[in-house]
């Protein structure tokens, strides 16, 4: 918000009051910031209800019995986001509430958990034709007439060898869990403090926020039908509503309301309150993405992505676009928060550069579509990253900081691999 507001305060001067006013006014008017805000507060009280009613300790159970060892827990973690690929939102909020209390068996630190689980959201997302990211960059290439109507889904897919950032950070993660790639800063001192002091979760401090506030049931002999239903129905929905998230998560929720009622596993007033309890722990979330929303559009008054596009623009040649183009976006991507938004502007301008200098389309969609799966991951304030650490219990400063440096690991080699294959 203090970003935000700096913003104002250059473009309007004293006026920055009344546009700061109108700015957020204006954000919540906006269709697709409206959707996210739902969405998240739908998934709180969806997850919240597995919680209560004993699903998730049913699928720990089930896990812990096929699981002996700590990488094994993170391994499952980590095929688990490769299996559930629809949405970033779904992967981070499923993934993460679903294996906690599996890792936690393990001593698995939350900041390991939380980095696992975002390295399989976006990047996995953009991996894999049948998602929103899919969905939605498929729509734009077309609507930049690089791909005739209807026919955007293949350029997408024709690019998908070219998108090395999520690539590289979807495989890192077993190298990481297996030790090949060693634990490097605040991730080593996170999971020496979880195996020393079996302190999982990072304590109280100045960028903390406590995200462990679901109630569980502790049942003798938990159903796994209590999870397991739900998800599938959740999945299905999904699906059925081509995609759409609220839609199915809104209609996940009802049918696992109907089903917790009909089998007695809670009392309609215990599911109320449930979901009420779901929808507070979610508030820490749905204000982070208003503050998120607010500094999109302060960026987008101020002109930070025309500016930066525009100074860079000089660099590229036929060599050089694809690493160009990674890099700089990647930046607007990681200083903005927004990997959709600004992708809209990049577009016009990078790809006709792209046609002038017979550079391939797919090796630059690539590199355009690789920045904003490396923004999602590494923004400490992006939807993605701030849903994987809450899922996770963990602090979103400390999900972000800890995973950093296998980020900036994976952003480098990307870049390197832009540049070799040009």
Request: with cysteine; hydrophobic share 55%.
């Amino acid at each position: 918000m203090a970003g935000a507001l700096t913003a104002f305060i250059i473009v309007d001067g004293w006026d920055f009051l009344s546009q700061f006013s109108y700015t957020l006014q204006e954000a919540f008017k906006n269709d697709t910031n409206v959707w996210v805000l739902l969405v998240c507060a739908m998934y709180g009280s969806f997850i919240a209800l597995l919680v209560r009613a004993g699903g998730t300790q049913a699928f720990g159970d089930l896990m812990a019995k096929r699981v002996s060892s700590k990488k094994g827990s993170l391994i499952c973690t980590w095929l688990l986001g490769l299996a559930i690929f629809l949405d970033d939102y779904l992967n981070s909020l499923t993934v993460s509430s679903s294996m906690k209390k599996v890792t936690d068996r393990f001593k698995v630190s939350r900041e390991m958990l939380a980095y696992v689980v975002d390295s399989t959201a976006a990047p996995v997302c953009l991996l894999v034709p049948l998602s929103t990211w899919a969905v939605y960059y498929s729509g734009l290439l077309e609507k930049n007439g690089l791909a005739e109507s209807g026919q955007g889904m293949a350029l997408f897919i024709a690019s998908m060898p070219y998108m090395f950032y999520p690539i590289i950070a979807v495989l890192m993660v077993p190298l990481v869990i297996m030790g090949v790639i060693p634990l490097l800063g605040k991730m080593k001192a996170a999971e020496h403090r979880a195996e020393t002091t079996g302190q999982l979760a990072p304590s109280h401090g100045e960028h903390s926020e406590v995200c462990d506030t679901y109630v569980e049931q502790e049942l003798h002999n938990p159903n796994s039908e209590l999870f397991f239903i739900p998800i599938i129905t959740l999945i299905f929905f999904t699906l059925w509503f081509e995609i759409d998230l609220l839609m199915g998560v809104i209609a996940a929720t009802m049918a696992t309301v109907l089903q917790y009622w009909l089998a007695g596993v809670l009392k309609l007033t215990e599911i109320f309150d449930t979901m009420m309890d779901g929808l507070k722990t979610m508030l820490p979330v749905l204000v982070i993405l208003v503050a998120v929303f607010m500094l999109i559009e302060a960026n987008n008054h101020i002109g930070f992505t025309a500016y930066i596009i525009e100074h860079v623009t000089p660099l590229m040649n036929a060599k050089t676009l694809p690493v160009v183009t990674f890099i700089s976006m990647a930046l607007v991507s990681f200083v903005t928060g927004s990997n959709w938004g600004v992708f809209a502007i990049a577009f016009p301008v990078v790809i006709p550069l792209a046609i002038a200098m017979d550079v391939s389309i797919p090796l630059v969609v690539g590199a355009l579509l690789s920045a904003s799966g490396f923004g999602s991951q590494a923004c400490f304030y992006s939807d993605s990253t701030v849903l994987s650490a809450q899922g996770s219990g963990c602090g979103t400063f400390e999900h972000a900081i800890s995973q950093l440096p296998y980020v900036l690991i994976a952003a480098a080699l990307a870049a390197i691999g832009f540049y070799v294959i040009a």
